[in-house]
């Protein structure tokens, strides 16, 4: 099955080289590139990406605000210290999807190497969390029409890219005034807490309220 899948993206990839360049239709059918919901309810949408720091402080506020969350792991950073995050599905307001096995440009990877990043992690994220992702944030943010291609032979209903990054990567970047359907970027370091203090601050500043991803993507007929 895995066989015939790989066989099946990289047939599908031929068709959009000779079929789809310079074509209008470039992209009909393949799952969409989400960076900001279009929505007329004041909420925002937080994200944290990959997992390799377990700040209890981040999960204490994510547990006791209750806030919905988005979780892009990677399976590795998950896999070491599992319970850190299966309390933020279980006891808080989490959902785990998908970025990859381990992190690569994937516009960068032939057929066989996409199918194995994204259908390897969904896999392995199921496994754990006991539902497969059907959104996938790529890494870098890296997109194009092949790298959608082999999203959606593995399941991805939508590739979520951000409006903003809030993490702290040395310096602390300005806080941008949040807008309506903002997706908001923050990763699992050691500044994971007062990022998301930020990011949660900016939101009330705005007068918007976090909110969970997939029903907003699925109501804007994103997903
Ligand atoms: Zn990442």
Do not use: R
């Given at each position: 099955m895995g066989r015939t899948r790989v066989v099946l993206a990289a047939l599908a990839a031929l068709a959009l080289a000779l079929?789809?360049?310079?074509?209008?239709?470039?992209?009909?059918g393949l799952p969409g590139v989400v960076a900001q919901v279009p929505t007329s309810e004041k909420v925002v949408f937080i994200t944290i990406d990959d997992g390799w720091n377990h700040d209890p402080e981040a999960a204490r506020i994510l547990l006791e605000k209750r806030v919905p969350v988005t979780l892009f792991l990677l399976p590795g950073a998950a896999s070491y210290d599992t319970g850190y995050f299966t309390r933020l599905t279980e006891e808080g307001r989490a959902s785990v999807e998908n970025h990859t096995v381990?992190?690569?440009?994937?516009?960068?990877?032939?057929a066989v190497g996409k199918d194995a990043e994204v259908c390897g992690a969904g896999e392995r994220i199921e496994e754990v969390f006991g539902r497969a992702p059907k959104l996938l944030r790529p890494p870098y943010g890296a997109v194009n029409d092949e790298v959608r291609l082999a999203a959606k032979a593995c399941g991805v209903k939508a590739l979520v890219t951000w409006t903003h990054d809030f993490t702290t990567w040395g310096e602390t970047p300005p806080t941008p005034r949040l807008k309506a359907g903002d997706i908001v970027l923050l990763h699992f370091t050691p500044t994971l807490a007062a990022d998301l203090e930020r990011a949660l601050g900016a939101a009330r500043a705005a007068g918007l309220k976090p909110a969970a991803l997939m029903p907003h993507l699925k109501a804007a007929g994103l997903a």
């Open positions: 079929g789809a360049a310079g074509s209008a239709q470039a992209g009909v381990s992190h690569p440009d994937l516009t960068t990877l032939d």
